[in-house]
């Protein structure tokens, strides 16, 4: 190799190595913290999706093996499914054509609900958590209550311990359409003027920790008062309130704020003392008797925290030792009561009958 041949060689490996030195590959962005929610209205499924960096959306729907593709700017589509059944949809956040994150959400549409006299439209919640797996659950279909349930019947000790005004029965809770309907009315039995329905799964399904979601449209009125709540199974050997109490949702409806507010609060002996812990959740707009809400729990050893939407307002600290109560087995109790301590009497301003409806319970583990 002549002196000008070797200078251009070295010349062109020179060159090739400060290329290399000074390159620097493209950095991949993706899209953080995606959140979904749904809405379903009836057989129309609304999705809203956010993420920081996203710069458009895909949404998959899929149903019975086909697919349904809808492209998003602004991170919300819409889909109208034509069968009952679960189904689902993958959303995804994309910076770039090649650089996107995903999350799949399982639901259920049921399309029966319109003629049950419940709700239409609401929130619903998925059928899967990252970290926990589906141990139970009652979706309500079928005629009949299932063997999970058992019936709380007559006026309780004291008015059910609240001076409560309804006589509970085995007939004011019917099951169709997909929903649980347990209905408060105005008629005498066993020495009240008003009847309802009081399930509970004691003695035959019970749960330490977990998530809990339960569907619900709720009554209204002046003296009516939906409960969607838990107590402890040793309840016959210690009593209340040391076997503890966990109110997922409590509504007393009526004028005011009353009719769009819940309440999520826990109960326990504090030495031999009841003690209570709880907040409350007020809608912006309407009533809890407009649409379906899911009414949360997460609950597990150091604490509860209440949800109404999948959105926090409350959170309970379990882990000092007075609190022992809450890491036990609890059963669920669904019942809607008439007057009592809290809510007060009907009176002219409250229509009867009155019916709260449960799409679902699910337990996660």
């Known amino acids: 190799m002549n002196e000008k041949m070797l200078f251009l060689s070295l010349y062109l490996m020179f060159l090739m190595s400060c290329q290399k030195d000074n390159y620097k590959p493209r950095e991949v962005v993706l899209p953080t913290n995606l959140t979904v929610t749904l809405e379903i209205n009836t057989a129309t499924v609304n999705v809203t999706a956010h993420a920081d960096s996203a710069n458009f959306y895909i949404f998959t729907f899929y149903e019975n093996g086909d697919s349904t593709m809808v492209e998003s700017s602004n991170g919300m589509a819409t889909h109208t499914y034509s069968v009952s059944g679960q189904h689902s949809v993958k959303t995804r956040a994309y910076t770039s054509a090649e650089h996107f994150v995903s999350e799949l959400d399982v639901f259920e549409i049921n399309l029966n609900l319109g003629g049950t ?13 990252n970290g926990y797996t589906l141990v139970w659950q009652d979706e309500f279909n079928g005629n009949a209550l299932s063997s999970d349930w058992v019936y709380d019947l007559g006026t309780g000790n004291g008015g059910w ?29 066993g020495g009240q003027n008003y009847t309802s329905s009081r399930i509970k799964t004691q003695g035959k399904k019970s749960w330490k920790y977990g998530r809990i979601d339960i569907r619900a449209a709720l009554p209204k009125g002046q003296g009516i008062w939906p409960a969607l709540w838990m107590l402890g199974d040793n309840i016959t050997s210690t009593g209340w309130p040391a076997c503890g109490e966990i109110d997922i949702m409590e509504m007393i409806g009526g004028a005011g704020n009353n009719d769009r507010t819940v309440h999520g609060t826990a109960h326990w002996s504090d030495n031999g003392a009841h003690a209570q812990f709880g907040d409350s959740y007020t809608l912006n707009s309407g009533v809890f008797a407009d649409e379906f809400h899911v009414f949360s729990i997460v609950w597990n050893a150091n604490g509860i925290t209440w949800l109404l939407d ?25 019942n809607v009561a008439v007057g009592g301590n809290w809510p007060g009497s009907p009176d002219a301003t409250t229509q009867l009958p009155q019916t709260m409806y449960v799409d679902y319970v699910r337990v996660f583990q």
């Open 117 to 129: 006299g419940a709700p239409t439209g609401g929130t619903t919640s998925p059928l899967s958590y």
């Open 161 to 189: 311990g609240n001076n409560e005004l309804q006589y509970y029965t085995n007939q004011n809770a019917t099951v169709s359409g997909g929903v649980l309907q347990i209905t408060a009315k105005q008629e005498a039995m």
């Open 310 to 334: 999948n959105m926090v307002y409350n959170t309970l600290n379990t882990t000092p030792a007075q609190l022992a109560e809450f890491q036990e087995k609890f059963f669920f109790i669904f």
